[in-house]
């Protein structure tokens, strides 16, 4: 009889023990059985006969994870302090019965590459990992498809990374007029019959390029010679929920545990890659175009330097997009007697007003309630609505311009792929002429004729408490205006109390990175690791029972490891969610060792616990 420790794939268990008959190699895929339910799982490692009764494993699978595969679940585990068992869940495994079709597929068509873009597919080659710093319009996915296609030829697999919000019809089509249908898009949204279609040509070779969202890295690749991580700086490559990993950070892990090139592109860098990474600059547009910047320094909402400025776009038969950080018609509302928030009864939140449906929703934990019409703090029916959103921002529009097709883009309205696909299909030909939406305005959307980018509320985002906030909204205040004179002119209209921050380095990505860098010297990524961690309890006296407890352990540890910093603890930015309440520990330390010894004391005291963190509400 042989005994194993099985991994329940995606539960929060530890590995549990059964035995069979037969030799199972480790990371098999197997059917056991937990609590009269059929479980998937996989084999963890053969252990000597245990002192208790053991279950037998129901069923070996032909299905097991590959060598980059185990290497990513151990290392997830590890880095990230995260359950094994549900870092498991993560991963698609191989299947030994699809047969592999032996297809020496060639791919002679190639972009007609500028000098500059030869010289950064050049410096591409010659460095294992390496960012390529382009600015929008610059060309970069030239570069990417032409070392795609050196390694496709090679007959090597590809992995191409992007937001999954730039996994679009356009981004397909190019795709295809390079490589024909030998690739496959993978994301979230597509269909399981679709997926399933997918991953059968992907396991029998008949594909080698997966274009997708950061979850196409769990793919089980056994000749994965490149990855293309595109908008490397985007936030959504970090999972917000655990195993609370970076898929841009994995595959550098990947590029320095096996023979694998990581090209990482964007327009406007994480301070972190450009500090860490060897870069190649591509500057100016591979279309001729130029931008005017104009500033309408006012609070947010619709001014007549903006109604203006669009007036002038629809009127020349162009188009323009408009930019507003918040969804509903308005963010909150507020008594103007007393100052009051409407909030979420679960969460420590004000709740968005939908005004069409006459509801109240929270953002946070999706509780909704009828508009209330009285103050619950002082009565007074004096109610007023704060921080204009898509919904309103639209409606407004629609007023002022009657006879314009205006359309929403936010997460309200693009709930599937397919609505996706509609909306920009429509705006592409012309059917919309002005585009409303949140931060998915601003990912790699290519039209020629938008002449116009607004962009409102950027303030909020700029003023948020967080090390990153002016990186993260320069970022996204560059990205959105990179949507406006892709061919030709293009005007930016900058609405903002910021103007200075702004006129500094809109166009000048460069010089605000190298002043970002003398800011954060010493405190912050990428001179210093921080680890943050979160308690959460319906019994707020449980929470700060637990908090201080794992306090006393983190001090025991701090003063062992010198260089480990107690950065502060206490209530959480957002005080509640979903009816728990929630308090943190920031943790700071050059070494990543001292973070993991850290973050393990706290897990063991049931915090969630976040390596590198993005969020800190």
Not at 198 to 214: H, M, N, Q, V, W
Not at 371 to 388: D, F, R
Request: hydrophobic share 35%; aromatic share 10%; glycine share 6%.
């Amino acid at each position: 009889m042989n005994y194993y420790e099985i991994i329940p794939s995606g539960l929060n268990y530890k590995p549990l023990t059964y035995h069979s008959n037969y030799e199972i190699a480790s990371y098999t895929q197997v059917f056991i059985n937990i609590k009269n339910k059929k479980t998937l799982g996989y084999v963890f490692k053969k252990i000597s006969k245990p002192e208790f009764k053991t279950l037998e494993i129901l069923e070996i699978l032909p299905t097991k994870l590959t060598e980059i595969q185990i290497s990513l679940l151990n290392f997830i585990s590890y880095y990230y302090i995260s359950n094994l068992c549900v870092s498991a869940g993560l991963f698609t495994p191989f299947n030994d019965n699809i047969k592999p079709i032996l297809e020496d597929n060639k791919f002679n068509k190639e972009p007609n590459l500028s000098d500059d873009q030869k010289e950064a597919l050049k410096f591409a080659k010659e460095h294992k990992t390496s960012l390529l710093f382009g600015d929008t319009g610059s060309g970069k996915s030239e570069v990417y498809i032409s070392l795609i296609k050196e390694y496709l030829n090679q007959g090597k697999q590809v992995l191409f990374l992007m937001p999954e919000i730039s996994l679009t019809p356009q981004m397909q089509k190019r795709l295809k007029s390079y490589f024909g249908d030998k690739f496959g898009l993978w994301h979230s949204k597509i269909t399981p019959k679709k997926r399933n279609e997918i991953l059968a040509k992907f396991l029998s070779g008949e594909i080698k390029l997966i274009a997708g969202a950061r979850s196409a890295l769990f793919l089980p690749f056994t000749n994965l010679g490149l990855i293309v991580v595109d908008e490397e700086h985007d936030e959504s490559y970090k999972s917000a929920q655990n195993p609370r990993y970076n898929a841009r950070d994995l595959a550098l892990f990947l590029a320095n545990k096996f023979d694998v090139k990581v090209l990482l592109g964007s327009a406007t860098p994480s301070l972190v890659t450009y500090f860490k990474q060897a870069n190649f600059r591509l500057k100016g547009t591979f279309y001729k175009s130029e931008k005017e910047f104009i500033y309408d320094e006012s609070e947010t909402g619709l001014s007549q330097k903006i109604l203006s400025e669009l007036e002038r776009s629809i009127s020349i038969g162009k188009q323009a997009v408009v930019f507003v950080p918040t969804r509903a018609n308005f963010k909150y509302l507020v008594c103007r007697d007393c100052g009051h928030t409407i909030k979420c009864p679960f969460c420590s939140v004000g709740m968005s007003f939908y005004k069409r449906r006459n509801m109240l929703k929270c953002q946070y934990c999706g509780f909704t309630m009828p508009v209330v019409k009285t103050c619950e703090n002082c009565e007074s029916e004096m109610i007023e609505a704060k921080k204009i959103g898509t919904d309103e921002l639209t409606a407004k529009l629609q007023e002022a311009f009657k006879d314009t097709k205006i359309a929403k883009f936010d997460r309200d309205e693009i709930t599937t792929q397919s609505r996706l696909e509609k909306s920009l299909k429509a705006f592409n030909d012309g059917e919309v002429q002005i585009l409303v939406g949140t931060q998915m305005l601003s990912k790699g959307h290519d039209y020629h004729n938008v002449d116009l980018a607004v962009i409102m509320g950027i303030d909020e985002l700029l003023n948020f408490p967080d090390f990153r906030s002016r990186e993260r909204t320069l970022a996204l205040a560059m990205q959105v205006a990179g949507r406006a004179g892709r061919v030709g002119r293009g005007r930016v209209v900058i609405q903002s109390l910021q103007k200075e921050f702004f006129k500094s380095y809109i166009d000048d990505y460069d010089s605000f990175l190298a002043d970002e860098i003398a800011y954060r010297d010493g405190l912050y990524p990428p001179f210093a690791r921080l680890l943050r961690v979160v308690i959460s309890d319906k019994n707020e006296n449980l929470a700060k029972e637990r908090l201080n407890e794992c306090l006393k352990e983190l001090n025991n540890l701090a003063s062992e490891e010198s260089n480990l910093q107690i950065v502060g603890h206490g209530k959480c930015a957002i005080e509640m969610i979903s009816g728990k309440y929630r308090y943190e520990i920031l943790l700071r330390s050059n070494s990543h060792i001292a973070l993991i010894k850290a973050g393990k004391i706290c897990s063991n005291f049931g915090f969630d616990v976040d390596m590198d963190p993005m969020n800190f509400s």
